[in-house]
């Protein structure tokens, strides 16, 4: 047999769900609740009627005022409990508070020197109440966009808190990302109020946020005030009159504040992501529809009860952990745990230790980590005790069969199943994804969420199965983007107008014959690097701005680890020489741009790019190249020794 013959059959692998999570999972509860007897029917009751299983959803919130209208869908735009009173804060942390989860952990922090913080409902709502406070007598009301710049430590989900509680905008910006990228951001948004802290320790060594923000905050004429965590005691410069120490500000503060009335369609945060262009894209999010549906996916998903602990190992600074660190487990009244760290520092068995220190239940993480844990070895996770794991997760890119079979074997010990979900920043929640009922099949995220409806299409908008195309959304769902901030025009443009009447994923993906999706990448020119999402045109342009470089092109090159990593091809001015030195200044270069993340693992000096007779990059060719493929058709380059070129650099 062929090994290529091998691995399809191998995908064909199924594994079947488990009898005993079916009966007791709170998607099956609610499915005896409303008399739906199986899977299908499901998918079935809700397709056909999409406002009936979100109203039922909505209905487990708390409203200050019940809504009259459930959806008004004038595409592409969707309002979502039109006419209701709400705050999501409300559902996260005031209800709780009248009840017994008063005293409930809300969040176990473990920092990366193996100190742990535990915060209480209670806790987290007095604190959350002091900063809403402070934010208001700094200035900042209800629209006021506020820019957060913090590592994961505790602070950072009670910024964004109190920012929603008082009706202020949060922009969460990434620490991994550096002063420049903070600085469009923050210009973008036009905010009013940044919050950062000190600093913070990464793999040991000490990163100043602060000094960060210092670097570029002449060029970001919005800001009035900067409120400073004093996380790990560096010294800091503060400006007079504009920054402030958190800990002074908030011992002022009464832990009593009124959760401003919203209406329903009211933004909560902005969270930029790349697209296809240099610019980063303000993807903007609502109170009401973006809490119904993180609540309703995390809540059937990933079936969280009362005594699990969560933990859903992404950074707060990326849209899943702002609906799956954040909001969900808040709305849901959960236990989660939070790591400040790394996977494999001091050592790759940090997070299995963890697991079994703090009793983990339920475990979210993204393939690039699970290939890493792969690489290192069955011995770390051997040396812990993970019996306490009952379901585990997937996100950020495609996982390779291999990496779910290891991770169902060596972390589920062959009985947790994997819940691949494929979403993304715009989408806010789990859109393709398995459920506790679904038979697995490694590699796959399975069928879309009930009222999904998830389509793959060819170049002219039909429907087809068994071939890759383009992955679209035929419909609307609450925890929908709105709109990308400050530009609307954008949103129409690169998101719902190649086919009419389709939401653009930007992803390739099939569907087989059973309805399942297989995700296979992106089909524009964002790279997936470890699950982050970079534009290849924003460190064109960072390389660019380099005073050395004419032009330059970025292309992924497919990682085992990564999954894929960035190759840079740059042409120099013609006065400067190539050199190791150089390659290392724009790495350097590139990393302050935009942060470490996409700084490229390639660079390649090449007299020319290939280009078409109109002068446009022809990514294509270098892609090949990259791969070591064959480049195709080159009839319509203008330059065809610009090849060789390519593959002396590479
Ligand atoms: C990719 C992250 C395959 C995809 C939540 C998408 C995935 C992009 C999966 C969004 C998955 C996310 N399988 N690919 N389960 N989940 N992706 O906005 O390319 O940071 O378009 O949101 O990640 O990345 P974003």
């Known amino acids: 047999m062929s090994k290529d013959l091998d691995t399809l059959l191998k995908e064909e692998r199924e ?20 008399d739906i007897n199986d899977y299908e029917e499901l998918l079935e009751k809700s397709n056909e009627n999409i406002e009936w299983f979100w109203n039922e959803m909505a209905m487990e919130m708390e409203w200050f005022k019940p809504y009259k209208q459930i959806l008004e869908w004038e595409h592409p735009h969707a309002k979502w409990f039109l006419d209701g009173k709400f705050n999501i804060v409300h559902n996260a942390l005031d209800r709780h508070i009248k009840t017994w989860r008063k ?3 809300a969040y176990i922090w473990e920092g990366e020197d193996g100190s742990v913080k535990k915060l209480t409902y209670f806790e987290l709502y007095r604190e959350v109440n002091r900063l809403a406070n402070a934010l208001k007598n700094m200035g900042v009301k209800k629209g006021d966009r506020v820019s957060i710049y913090l590592p994961m430590i505790l602070e950072l989900p009670i910024a964004m808190l109190a920012c929603a509680k008082i009706g202020a905008i949060h922009s969460v910006v990434f620490s991994g990302f550096w002063a420049k990228a903070f600085q469009e951001r923050a210009n973008d948004a036009k905010v009013k109020v940044a919050i950062t802290a000190d600093g913070f320790n990464r793999r040991g060594k000490t990163i100043e946020l602060k000094k960060t923000v210092d670097m570029v905050i002449d060029n970001i004429p919005s800001i009035e005030k900067i409120l ?5 005691g560096l010294e800091v410069n503060m400006e007079e009159g504009r920054d402030l120490f958190w800990s002074d500000v908030l011992k002022k503060e009464i832990a009593i504040c009124e959760t401003e009335e919203l209406d329903s369609e009211d933004p909560l945060f ?14 903007l999010h609502t109170h009401a529809g973006y809490a119904v549906g993180t609540y309703t996916t995390l809540k059937f998903v990933f079936d969280l009860n009362d005594q699990d602990i969560w933990w859903c190992a992404a950074d707060v600074g990326w849209i899943t952990g702002h609906s799956y660190i954040v909001y969900a487990p808040l709305l849901m009244g959960a236990t989660s745990f939070i790591f400040e760290g790394t996977p494999d520092y001091p050592d790759p068995g940090r997070f299995w230790k963890m697991v079994e220190e703090h009793g983990v239940s339920v475990f979210y993480t993204a393939p690039t980590t699970i290939r890493m844990f792969m690489k290192h070895g069955e011995k770390w996770p051997q040396k812990y005790d993970l019996t306490t794991l009952r379901i585990l997760g997937s996100v950020g890119e495609p996982i390779n069969p291999e990496a779910w079979v290891w991770y169902h074997k060596n972390i589920g010990n062959h009985k947790c199943p994997i819940m691949d979900t494929w979403w993304q920043t715009e989408t806010g929640m789990h859109i393709i994804t398995p459920l506790p009922l679904s038979d697995l099949k490694p590699g796959s995220a399975c069928k879309p969420f009930p009222t999904i409806q998830a389509d793959v299409v060819d170049d002219d908008g039909n429907s087809i199965v068994g071939d890759g195309g383009h992955l679209v959304l035929k419909n609307p769902w609450p925890s929908m983007f709105r ?5 609307p025009e954008r949103y129409v443009e690169a998101y719902w107008s190649k086919f009419p009447g389709m939401y653009l994923s930007g992803d390739v993906a099939r569907k087989d014959e059973e309805g399942y999706f297989w995700i296979q990448g992106r089909e524009d020119d964002v790279l997936n690097v470890a699950g982050h999402r970079i534009s290849t045109a924003e460190v064109e342009s960072a390389l660019v701005s380099h005073p050395t470089v004419a032009e330059s092109a970025v292309v992924g090159r497919p990682d085992i680890l990564k999954g894929e990593e960035i190759a840079a091809f740059v042409v120099l001015k013609n006065e400067f020489q190539a050199s190791p030195k150089l390659k290392h200044q724009l790495r350097e270069h590139v990393r302050e741009f935009i942060g470490p993340i996409a700084s490229p693992a390639f660079i390649g000096f090449v007299d020319d790019l290939p280009k078409t007779r109109s002068g446009k990059i022809m990514r294509r060719v270098i892609k090949a190249r990259v791969k070591k493929e064959d480049v195709g058709d080159i009839s319509t380059l203008s330059n065809p020794e610009s090849v060789d070129g390519l593959d002396k650099a590479v």
Do not use: C, R
Not at 271 to 283: A, E, I, N, Q
Not at 483 to 487: A, K, M, N, Q, R
């Open 15 to 34: 594994f079947k769900a488990d009898p005993n999570l079916i009966d007791q999972s709170n998607i099956k509860q609610w499915m005896n609740s409303h």
């Open 483 to 487: 709109t990308l901030y400050g530009d």
């Open 270 to 283: 902005i969270l930029y992501t790349s697209g296809t262009t240099g610019k980063p894209k303000g993807v």
């Open 103 to 105: 005293n409930k952990v």
């Open 228 to 232: 400073v965590v004093e996380n790990i």
